[in-house]
């Protein structure tokens, strides 16, 4: 299978993202279709794109220029959309940022980006005034969206964008010009700028949301995981733009409660979530309803418990991403729900997934296939092939990988080697095709010289009624050798006692080989996570340490 070029794609030399996924929707007639639903909110793709022409020619009035950076610090929402799409318009670049980092994560970004303009919500203002002026010399403007009215040193963003033209020309950008940054998790260290090119959106919709997922106007998504996000980014906002069909934004928190009601009241088709926000719903249950999976697995099926559990008819396929999906997961959400999930790997770098399941080939506990217009290899640390069913170093390569790292050019020689992407993950391949994972090439251990992969013990542990989430670290034992370590978050109901340790060891032990047993569970109320549901086991290594 071969990558598949965003030329071949149909991408013209001389193109402009913002054209493509807001203009085109207009011209080809889907201007009265519903673009975006935001609480009581309905905004069409003629409103979006005059909101775009707003926002993006308010820009230019304020001297932003082509590739100049624009920081986006916003909850999911229509300000998100119109200042990201604006920007790209008049070929500057935004910026998307997590909203749950701290000051600090911030001012490293400011200063990195060497950003003129900052669109912040009222709410997230705090975190960014709590950095000295003279930590953002380059920061010109801060724009205040929604909260309320914005501090008199501060423009409110509808009034900033009220004053720009409903009519806007895009800069006639390259294909392979910046569009826009996304900063990676931080989880290793400082946070890494991916420069995204106006291509790679268009590369990912065609591939994956039309090739995987078959997303056609009638869709209606909803991405638990947030727009500043690759994965949400694509979910909520170029997938369905690309195909005139609704996104479903929800700017609040992602409590299985808010995930539920956004569902049952919004009617989603396409559902997005990662792995810990799947089985946070699973532990959830209606007040006064039914949520009992024994009553499900004994034989009871989706018609009978719909009147008393949550309502998920309308979703006609649900998607992960983050980490990989236990197949117990899968199992219970399916049998609960009703529903599939397809599971898939993508990264920040590579924009979206580029292995996953399908509706019509799913394998639980797998990664899935490739997909379709993107190549693939499994690498030894020598660089040679691995054989099938061994562990290997997973390569990538594709038209949506991004253009480098901004201010990292070491990190992006050892990263992206020609057309080739090192994803840093490990995986296995097995004789249909599938793609297994084994872990982060820094989470793999060694024990007795033989490789033991941190998920393979996970989801055996997690396959225990007790076990709501776990995760699997290298610990030395008194003769310095590296041997299995799980730290294990319980249901409600369950206490960690020495009998049920020895319980949950029994557990790998049954399923796994005897070296890859933990030799110590540690119980705990939670696990470290990143803002994308990944587990930080380096901060649980650092517990040890």
């Known amino acids: 299978m071969s990558a598949i070029s965003a030329e071949a794609l149909g991408v013209p030399e001389i193109f402009n993202a913002t054209t493509w996924f807001v203009d085109r929707n207009v011209a080809d007639g889907r201007g009265r279709h519903v673009a975006i639903e935001c609480g009581e909110a309905r905004i069409t793709y003629d409103e979006v794109q005059r909101h775009v022409n707003r926002c ?63 669109i912040v919500a009222g709410s997230l203002l705090p975190a960014i005034e709590a950095i000295p002026s003279a930590d953002r010399p380059a920061l010109r403007h801060i724009i205040v969206a929604g909260d309320g009215d914005a501090p008199r040193s501060h423009p409110a963003f509808a009034l900033f964008e009220s004053q720009g033209s409903a009519a806007l020309e895009a800069e006639p950008t390259s294909r392979d010009a910046p569009a826009f940054w996304l900063y990676s998790s931080g989880s290793t260290g400082a946070p890494k700028g991916c420069v995204h090119l106006q291509h790679d959106m268009v590369v990912c919709a065609e591939l994956f949301g039309k090739g995987v997922l078959g997303i056609t106007a009638s869709d209606r998504t909803f991405s638990v995981a947030k727009l500043f996000f690759a994965y949400g980014l694509g979910n909520a906002l170029y997938f369905p733009f690309a195909v005139g069909a609704t996104t479903i934004l929800w ?15 919004h009617k989603p088709t396409l559902f997005f979530s990662v792995p810990t926000g799947y089985g946070m719903m699973l532990a959830h249950s209606r007040p006064g309803g039914l949520h009992d999976e ?91 092939a691995v054989r099938l069913g061994e562990i290997g170093n997973l390569w990538i390569r594709g038209d949506s990988v991004c253009a480098g790292y901004w201010n990292q050019h070491e990190k992006t020689k050892n990263t992206i080697e020609g057309h080739w992407i090192r994803t840093g993950d ?108 990944k587990i930080q086991r380096f901060r649980l290594r650092a517990l040890r340490s």
């Open 294 to 384: 024994r009553r499900v697995e004994s034989g009871r099926g989706r018609s009978d418990l719909q009147v008393r559990d949550f309502d998920l008819s309308s979703i006609r396929l649900a998607v992960s991403a983050g980490e990989a999906l236990p197949a117990s997961l899968y199992d219970r959400f399916k049998a609960r729900f009703g529903v599939d999930i397809i599971d898939g790997i993508g990264s920040t770098e590579v924009l979206h997934m580029f292995i996953s399941n399908r509706p019509d080939a799913i394998r639980p506990g797998s990664s899935g296939l490739l997909v379709p217009g993107y190549e693939a290899r499994l690498l030894n640390d020598e660089a040679d």
């Open 56 to 118: 993006g020619s308010a820009l230019r009035d304020i001297g932003v220029r082509p590739e100049d950076r624009v920081l986006l610090l916003l909850p999911d929402g229509p300000e998100f959309v119109y200042s990201f799409f604006g920007a790209i318009k008049i070929g500057a670049v935004p910026v998307p940022l997590n909203t749950l980092w701290k000051p600090a994560d911030y001012q490293f970004v400011i200063r990195d980006s060497r950003a003129a303009v900052l």
């Open 251 to 265: 700017p609040g928190a992602p409590t299985p409660q808010h995930v539920y009601a956004t569902i049952e009241t």
């Open 426 to 533: 490990k995986y296995t391949q097995d004789a249909d095709g599938f793609y297994w994972y084994a872990g982060r090439s820094d989470d793999m251990l060694k024990v007795g010289g033989l490789w033991v992969s941190p998920v393979e013990v996970e989801n055996a542990l997690i396959a225990h009624a007790a076990v709501l989430e776990c995760g699997v670290i290298g610990h030395e034992d008194h003769d310095g050798l590296v041997k299995p370590m799980a730290f294990v978050v319980l249901r409600d109901g369950h206490a960690g006692t020495p009998a049920l340790a020895k319980a949950l060891q029994q557990v790998v032990r049954d399923r796994l080989a005897e070296y890859k047993r933990p030799r110590w569970i540690e119980f705990v109320p939670e696990l470290p996570k990143t803002a994308t549901g």
